[in-house]
């Protein structure tokens, strides 16, 4: 497998409040990780930043703005309780849309068989309207419309492990057939979505777990909810929110995963993967907040994509 990590030093100059749980040491856990010998052979590009329009593949013309009338020009400013901005996060957050951007660009046109984007601010809370949950615009959606635009893709299966329900996504994608949206997710849990009823079109798959589950119910319920649908939907390109905030470590929930888990799941998605989207992968990061639990999953995650 070819693969491709998308990263740029602007995502380290997204600040938040001292203590936030969502703050650039991420990043930096991911790279040490990254500079074991079995990552030698991943190819590294700097993620391109985007310009404003591909904002608009998923949310209207106010949300833009209303993202933009937030940016300080010094210190930190807030959209809520805990989603910060600071003057280089309008930056940090296109160019996370350009990384997913080139991602989808990357697999669709055979320069790499799947790609991984280390980004920060994550994406999968911002709803079509609203910035929130750490979120400013929804990378992934914009990932899956810009396939739809420009490569022709028909349908297009989002999967989302974050421990936090990925409402932004689930809100966007909600009455479009074209855009299946599968979810693992602790409940009762931030943002209190996801429940097994909310169905959307007919193209939401919403798997929520207890608190305290561990490895074994999660992956019967990645298998029995989540790969039965993408399995009967037959993607033709398949995008991952990749959260890893479900580790055991993790100081914002309470399901027990371990980084092995990640690998499954990335395997099982895989063998999906290559039955009908070409091998047509892009991995978004999205949540993990105890850094060795972080930087031990990603770096597994990864090097599933590589050896396939």
């Avoid at 497998?1 to 703050?23: A, C, D, Q, S, W």
């Avoid at 991420?26 to 700097?46: C, G, I, M, S």
């Avoid at 280390?118 to 400013?136: L, T, V």
Wanted: aromatic content about 8%; charged content about 20%.
């Amino acid at each position: 497998m070819t693969t491709i990590l998308y990263e740029n030093p602007i995502f380290l100059e997204h600040k938040v409040p001292e203590g936030h749980p969502e703050r650039p040491d991420r990043l930096k856990a991911l790279n040490l990780a990254l500079e074991h010998e079995n990552f030698q052979r991943l190819t590294r590009l700097e993620a391109p930043q985007a310009n404003e329009d591909y904002v608009l593949l998923a949310h209207p013309e106010e949300h833009l703005r209303a993202v933009m009338s937030v940016i300080p020009e010094d210190g930190i400013n807030s959209f809520e309780a805990d989603t910060h901005a600071s003057p280089a996060s309008l930056q940090a957050a296109l160019t996370g849309i350009g990384g997913a951007v080139a991602a989808v660009d990357a697999v669709f046109s055979r320069k790499a068989d799947n790609a991984f984007v280390a980004s920060r601010p994550p994406g999968h809370h911002a709803e079509k309207n609203k910035a929130m949950g750490f979120c400013f615009f929804n990378n992934v959606a914009i990932a899956a419309r810009h396939a739809q635009q420009k490569h022709g893709a028909e349908r297009v299966a989002i999967v989302d492990w974050d421990v936090h329900h990925g409402n932004g996504t689930q809100d966007i994608f909600w009455d479009d057939p074209s855009v299946l949206f599968c979810s693992t997710h602790q409940m009762p849990l931030y943002p209190g979505t996801g429940a097994k009823h909310e169905t959307g079109a007919g193209n939401i798959v919403n798997a929520p777990l207890s608190p305290d589950t561990g490895s074994d119910h999660f992956r019967e319920a990645f298998t029995s909810r989540v790969l039965f649908a993408v399995s009967d939907f037959k993607p033709d390109f398949i995008l991952i929110s990749a959260g890893f905030d479900a580790h055991h470590r993790d100081p914002l929930a309470q399901i027990n995963l371990v980084a092995e888990d990640f690998d499954w799941a990335t395997a099982r998605l895989m063998e999906l993967a290559d039955r009908t989207a070409g091998n047509r992968v892009v991995s978004l990061l999205e949540g993990g907040y105890d850094l060795q639990g972080l930087a031990e999953s990603a770096a597994m995650h990864i090097l599933r994509l590589m050896r396939g």
